[in-house]
């Protein structure tokens, strides 16, 4: 028996803050993570898990948890460059995103080609990571702005406070892929590019 | 960079590529070095179809079903995971990142354990002034070993042979140093190079870091303390610990990191880039470092 403790886990402190994401049965993608403590919570329920992480040591130990479950895919890329990893992952159910970088919205945008229609967004952002300069609350209220403009919609912010400092999550439903004028450019060369590589 | 295989005009499928390494019947086996290699070529010339579909791979005939597709992409992955790994990390920095924290880790403890026990005999030793002059931490310690009755005596050895670890330690990481960052040694030394590298997290971070974050690297707090409130930024962070730093006048404490750190920046990049060590920059950092200590 495992506990999934809210204090070391953010998708544990959104369970019990908010409500439980539907992952019953689900494909999820997961950017950033780290050892697998989460992926592997995750695993007992979704059917699939492709875990994506960047720093060389903690790939081993997902690379240990992946031969142990039959559910884990580990890639070891940079969810920067979604392009290199493309050609590994369906279209998923879910998509979430725990990486504290100063980029980490834009990188889940380049992300969002893996999502399905009607599939959720978990992005657990990192203020601090984000610059110590600007006002948290300008900061949250760019990135859902961002989200809104490229296709996400019902955006709503969980602050994440009580268990993890400085932490907030965003989790919207990605509507249909929006093709307007002012979707931002990085979502229609991502877009184009899974394009062309499925040609 | 090993070999790389030709890459086939078209574009595949990754479970195609699988396929087409397979052994015949009846043993249907892959042949996973190939596959592994023909993948990461394929993934870094961008020539994989992107979202593949499970439904495409059973109706080719490759896997039988779902968890046939699901179970060929996790071993496909975890095989492709572990060359990468192979690939992009370098032994001796791992090695040398570890040992160096290992250091500052032995350092602090022996100090740390130290100083309880000097509390405990000073606690308990006569209030009147000593008539031993100070004595220096091995001296005391070395005693304190050779001292059966003493109750610290047992920990004072291990301390002892704390402190021979901390020597052979110090001594690899030496080595180390000189080998990964022969450059950054030749400027400050070969354990400052190591903290900083250790800092920094890898000879790529380090390579491509700026000379004012060089400069800070280890100087958090205070960093931003300043960014926060104002307050003066701080000179310098583990460069500090080299000599020509903490010897420098206060005046020109600032000047002297900051052309040290400028220099050691660019000696990051020819360590990690080139490898090998330039006399003629070292000669030339080393003078620039020099005339900047001086007091004009």
Redesign the interface.
Known sequence: MRVWDPEKSKFAALCVLEREPPVLRTRILYLGAAAGTTVSFLADYAE?VYAVEFA?RP??S??RL??ER???????EDARYP??Y??????VDILIQDIAQRDQVEIVLRNL??LKNGGHLILFLKLLSMG??RKEEDMIADAIAALENAGVTRVQMIDLNVYHTGHVALWGVYAEEKETENSPKQIRTAVAR?RA??? | MGHVPQIPPE?W??YEICDSHREPAPSFSFNWEMIVEQIRA???H?T???????EEAVSAGIVLDRNGY??L??D???R???R??EE??DADE?ALIHLVRILDEIDHSISRLYEKMDEYSSALSSPLPHEEPDRTVKVRIDSLAHDTTHPLSHLAKSIQRMHESRVAIAKTVREYAQKTLPNMSALCGPLVSARLLARAGSKHHLAYMPAASLQVLGAGPSL?MH??TGSDPPKHGIIYQYKGVHHAKRRVKGRVSRVLASQLAIAARIDYFRGSRDDDFVIKAGEKICRAGKER
């Open positions: 699939v060389p790939v081993r997902l690379i992946a031969y039959n559910n884990v895919i580990p890639l070891f392009e290199r493309l050609p590994f992952v369906e279209r080609v893996f110590s300069e899974s590589l499925h040609d | 574009k499928f990754w394929h993934r870094d961008l994989l179809c992107a979202l593949p579909k499970w699901l179970s992409m996790k496909l992955a975890i492709v995971a572990i990468d790994l992009r990390c791992i931003f960014m926060r």
